[in-house]
């Protein structure tokens, strides 16, 4: 008659260290210290990503969006903690899902309305380029200058970018046609860079040859008369500039309103 074998036996157990949670991690954690796992149901990281890939683009690659494919898992008799999440994120990062979805109309970012109170008083500078190959003239670079009211793009191509050519294009294409700007903002790109522009508003002038302009004034007048009418006219100015500053202010709230309605924001 054999043996009657004890109920429990001993077994020696020889465990080593696991960076990452696999398969033999709940048999170890049983046979050491009887640990059960909490969840019987649960996946670990390499299976849910395995489980998410087959039922997302696997044989029949249907491509379903992240609600359609965590109700498809369930059908497959998978779950895990986060399974809705994991396959929205999942669906979101799908570079076949990206390529070929439908273009979205919706903005991505609120609106970021610009301070211009009128017409060319400040002007956007830049410059593109290199451009290979050369044009038949050997223009490598174009140069560009756009208005922030109006949206009016001077342009010129050049062969070199260096300050003469900058300050040229500022001087002919921008100061003759629509006076001296309050503002040239630039992207401070290497080419672009105050060093190596050094057309500051005095600079220009100086450049340029430019005089002060004359204004004619009233004859017959004592100079605290003068004065007096000096400091009306420009007191006037302020609140006719304030009055401005504050309708633009409240007409670009409106529409930053209007359009942050549409905004939908998206990330990859």
């Known amino acids: 008659m054999p043996p009657i074998l004890s109920e429990y ?10 960076d990452k949670e696999d398969w033999r991690q709940p048999i170890i954690k049983y046979l050491e210290h009887e640990m059960l796992p909490k969840d019987s149901h649960h996946k670990t990281k390499e299976e849910s990503i395995k489980a998410l890939k087959e039922a997302h683009a696997g044989v029949c690659e249907a491509h379903q969006s992240g609600p359609k494919l965590q109700f498809q898992l369930r059908r497959m008799s998978y779950y895990w903690p986060k399974m809705v999440q994991d396959s929205m994120d999942y669906a979101r990062k799908c570079k076949a899902c990206q390529y070929h979805a439908n273009f ?3 903005p991505l970012e609120p609106l970021h309305p610009t301070v211009a109170s009128w017409s060319f008083e400040a002007w956007r500078l830049d410059l593109v380029g290199p451009i290979t190959p050369k044009s038949s003239v050997g223009h490598s670079y174009i140069l560009t200058a756009t208005d922030y009211f109006s949206k009016w793009v001077e342009a010129i191509p050049v062969r070199e970018a260096n300050k003469e050519n900058v300050a040229n294009f500022i001087h002919t294409h921008i100061i003759y046609r629509y006076g001296i700007p309050h503002w040239i903002v630039t992207d401070n790109g290497r080419k672009l860079s105050p060093r190596q522009r050094g057309i500051g508003k005095k600079e220009l002038v100086k450049h340029c040859g430019l005089i002060e302009s004359l204004v004619a004034l009233l004859q017959g007048l004592t100079t605290e008369d003068n004065v007096k009418l000096h400091l009306q006219e420009l007191e006037a100015l302020d609140e006719k500039r304030l009055e ?10 409106r529409m ?11 990330f990859f």
């Open 256 to 266: 930053s309103k209007t359009f942050d309605k549409h905004v939908k924001p998206r």
């Open 244 to 253: 401005a500053q504050q309708a633009l202010e409240c007409y670009q709230a």
């Open 9 to 18: 036996q001993e077994a020696n157990v020889t465990s080593h260290l696991i």
């Open 104 to 106: 979205i109309h919706q």
